[in-house]
């Protein structure tokens, strides 16, 4: 069970959405049943603007070793106040304060790459160094750097996203087409159909993006909490 410190804001927020339990006990299950199949393999998990830490602690409760990024450092310190209330606080969790682009960034350079990435974008947003976010602007070029970082046998892709604008059918649309673009490129390169380089028209044409593979459904649940 986890526990969370709630503060109720002049914003009607209090600092957890109860609606995304469903969500942890989703991923949850996915993390924990790989964990049972191969124990000596970390499953590793990204969370992006990763707020108090829900998602973060349903996830290292299941097992996950887990990133949680959010740019704002008085909410990463509230998220560790929550894991110690909830005894996780001595889990494999990375604190991370840090604008989530530029942060992502720096995972494809240093070649790291994860089984499960999570995202919660706000509908607007400052980064810590007064960097600018609005979703509809931001939020398919940050898919399409978070895909470079999926593991060669990812578990999830979960975004999450309350914009009233921007509708589940369109988050939908963006991963199908960013993921099943680069699944196909994946399966021609495995049976040798084609070579590295290709013409099409696409940003990361020669990057890790076209290695990734395709595991069931569990690239992609996206819902709204409207």
Same mark, same amino acid.
């Given at each position: 069970?986890?526990?969370?410190? %709630?503060?109720?804001?002049?914003?009607?927020?209090?600092?957890?959405?109860?609606?995304?339990?469903?969500?942890?006990?989703?991923?949850?299950? !996915?993390?924990?049943?790989?964990?049972? +199949?191969?124990?000596?393999?970390?499953?590793?998990?990204?969370? %992006?603007?990763?707020?108090?830490?829900?998602?973060?602690?349903?996830?290292?409760?299941?097992?996950?070793?887990?990133?949680?990024?959010?740019?704002? +450092?008085?909410?990463?310190?509230?998220?560790?106040?929550?894991?110690?209330?909830?005894? !996780?606080?001595?889990?494999?969790?990375?604190?991370?304060?840090?604008?989530?682009?530029?942060?992502?960034?720096?995972?494809?350079?240093?070649?790291?790459?994860?089984?499960?990435?999570?995202?919660?974008?706000?509908?607007?947003?400052?980064?810590?160094?007064?960097?600018?976010?609005?979703?509809?602007?931001?939020?398919?070029? %940050?898919?399409?750097?978070?895909a470079q970082l999926l593991s060669d046998d990812p578990l999830f892709f979960l975004i999450n996203s309350y914009t009233t604008g921007l509708q589940?059918?369109?988050?939908?649309?963006?991963?199908?087409? !960013?993921?099943?673009?680069?699944?196909?490129?994946?399966? %021609?390169? +495995?049976?040798?159909?084609?070579?590295? +380089?290709?013409?099409?028209?696409?940003?990361?044409?020669?990057?890790?993006?076209?290695?990734?593979?395709?595991?069931?459904?569990?690239?992609?649940?996206?819902?709204?909490?409207?």
């Amino acid at each position: 069970d986890l526990t969370f410190n %709630l503060k109720p804001f002049s914003f009607k927020h209090t600092g957890i959405f109860p609606e995304q339990a469903t969500n942890w006990d989703w991923f949850g299950h !996915l993390i924990s049943e790989k964990v049972k +199949k191969n124990p000596d393999k970390p499953v590793k998990v990204l969370n %992006l603007f990763a707020y108090t830490g829900g998602a973060t602690l349903a996830a290292a409760a299941a097992g996950a070793h887990v990133t949680h990024v959010d740019a704002s +450092k008085g909410i990463v310190s509230w998220a560790k106040e929550n894991a110690t209330s909830s005894g !996780l606080i001595d889990k494999p969790i990375r604190w991370i304060v840090d604008d989530c682009v530029k942060f992502v960034q720096r995972e494809i350079r240093r070649g790291n790459h994860y089984d499960g990435i999570i995202m919660d974008p706000p509908s607007y947003g400052r980064g810590p160094k007064g960097e600018i976010w609005k979703i509809e602007e931001s939020v398919y070029p %940050l898919i399409q750097l978070c895909a470079q970082l999926l593991s060669d046998d990812p578990l999830f892709f979960l975004i999450n996203s309350y914009t009233t604008g921007l509708q589940p059918a369109v988050l939908s649309y963006m991963l199908y087409n !960013l993921l099943a673009f680069s699944c196909i490129l994946f399966l %021609l390169r +495995k049976h040798n159909l084609f070579a590295v +380089k290709h013409s099409c028209q696409y940003p990361y044409e020669n990057s890790r993006i076209n290695q990734i593979g395709y595991k069931g459904n569990h690239y992609m649940h996206g819902i709204d909490r409207e």
